[in-house]
């Protein structure tokens, strides 16, 4: 396996709390991803990065950020958490943007 | 973003059988490709494909890229309770670039 790993990899928060997951690789790949992952919606990208400082949305932005201050670390930030974000988040990283992805183990996120 | 269906999207299979799961596109695509996840797992790759009519093999697992390269197939022969998880394909966007993943078909064995 890549070098991905997050954390924590358990949360559980209470709505309208702040949460933050980070996701760290030691493979000098240049794209990170955030997903989550919900049954019957398969995998969907939150946000993703193409370098440092340098982030773009995905289909599903809407009530979280990020921040890439270095190439390794990749952070997803909910600002105030709802029960709707009540689920599974991995992170990927490629080394190109259509390239094979190479996903962490994952997040279980609870929001009661 | 691009639309990729895919099914099934459940399928139980008694150990032995054979098990195929479909990736239907509406536009061309330039390569397509396919992931496993174990149940509790995390998605881990196992192959591209890039030509028109490409067939790869992994064992037991075959893999297929139709000629229009609009569609592709996993095919497993005689499955194994190592084979259960979710398979998903995945896709570049028209455009972008971007994987889109497929919903994902999940296998169940019974033993």
């Known amino acids: 396996d890549a070098g991905i790993t997050q954390s924590p990899r358990h949360k559980v928060t209470e709505t309208g709390t702040p949460v933050t997951l980070r996701c760290h690789q030691t493979?000098?790949?240049?794209?990170m991803y955030w997903y989550r992952q919900d049954p019957g919606h398969g995998l969907r990208l939150i946000h993703y990065?193409?370098?440092?400082?340098?982030?773009d949305k995905g289909e599903v932005s809407d009530g979280y950020s990020v921040s890439r201050s270095k190439t390794e670390d990749f952070l997803l930030t909910l600002e105030s958490a709802t029960s709707s974000q009540t689920s599974v988040y991995f992170c990927?990283?490629?080394?190109?943007?259509?390239?094979?992805?190479?996903f962490g183990p994952g997040t279980r996120l609870t929001v009661t | 973003g691009q639309q990729v269906m895919q099914i099934p999207q459940y399928q139980h299979v008694q150990e032995g059988e054979d098990f195929t799961t479909y990736c239907n596109s509406s536009?061309?695509?330039?390569?397509i490709q396919w992931y496993k996840q174990r149940p509790g797992g995390h998605p881990v790759f196992l192959i591209q494909?890039?030509?028109?009519?490409e067939v790869k093999k992994q064992k037991r697992l075959t893999f297929q890229f139709g000629e229009a390269k609009k569609n592709s197939s996993l095919h497993i022969t005689a499955t194994q309770t190592t084979d259960v998880g979710t398979y998903f394909c995945?896709?570049?966007?028209?455009?972008?670039?971007?994987?889109?993943f497929g919903t994902g078909t999940r296998l169940t064995i019974i033993p």
């Open positions: 990927a990283i490629s080394e190109g943007l259509a390239g094979v992805q190479y």
């Open positions: 493979e000098n790949h240049r794209y």
């Open positions: 990065s193409y370098g440092v400082k340098d982030t």
């Open positions: 536009t061309t695509l330039s390569n």
């Open positions: 494909l890039v030509k028109s009519g």
């Open positions: 995945a896709v570049p966007n028209f455009g972008n670039e971007k994987l889109t």
